[in-house]
């Protein structure tokens, strides 16, 4: 009897401290909705763009089952993908994208997103890239 109370309550602790740190699918809280891009830096100019639900030229939809729709807005179009959560990085994402899903242009979808201070960033400014700032709604 002692052993199945120990049990029970190891359960219950687990789940209490998987639902604190981060949903029990292993992604941190908050990844699955829908996310619209509210601003972008421009590394060449110094400029910073930032863009509103109503003018986002681009938003992300992601799913529980590690899938995800990225929506280009002035292209009219959409392109499928899938993501996975890195090991050594839990806050980083690798995006996968379905090219053959889309007619959407190629070019220009971050191969990683990081989860920061309640947004998804992708910084290329290290490689003369602009950095993307994606907000939840």
């Known amino acids: 009897m002692r052993l199945l109370t120990f049990f029970i309550l190891l359960s219950i602790a687990f789940q209490l401290a998987c639902?604190?740190?981060?949903?029990?699918?292993g992604k941190p809280d908050g990844i699955e909705g829908r996310w619209i891009l509210a601003e972008t830096f421009n590394p060449w100019t110094s400029e910073v763009t930032t863009y509103?639900?109503?003018?986002?030229?681009e938003t992300f939809e992601f799913r529980p089952d590690s899938t995800f729709t990225k929506f280009l807005t002035e292209e009219n179009c959409s392109i499928d993908g899938?993501?996975?959560q890195e090991d050594e990085m839990p806050?980083?994402?690798?995006l996968t994208y379905q090219e053959?899903?889309?007619?959407?242009p190629v070019y220009g979808h971050?191969?990683?997103?990081i989860l920061e201070n309640e947004q998804l960033i992708?910084?290329?400014t290290p490689w003369d890239g602009a950095r993307l700032v994606y907000r939840k709604q």
């Open 19 to 25: 639902q604190k740190e981060k949903d029990c699918s």
């Open 52 to 57: 509103t639900e109503g003018d986002t030229p």
């Open 82 to 84: 899938t993501f996975q």
């Open 91 to 94: 806050r980083k994402f690798n």
């Open 100 to 104: 053959e899903s889309s007619d959407c």
């Open 110 to 113: 971050p191969s990683f997103l």
């Open 122 to 124: 992708h910084d290329g």
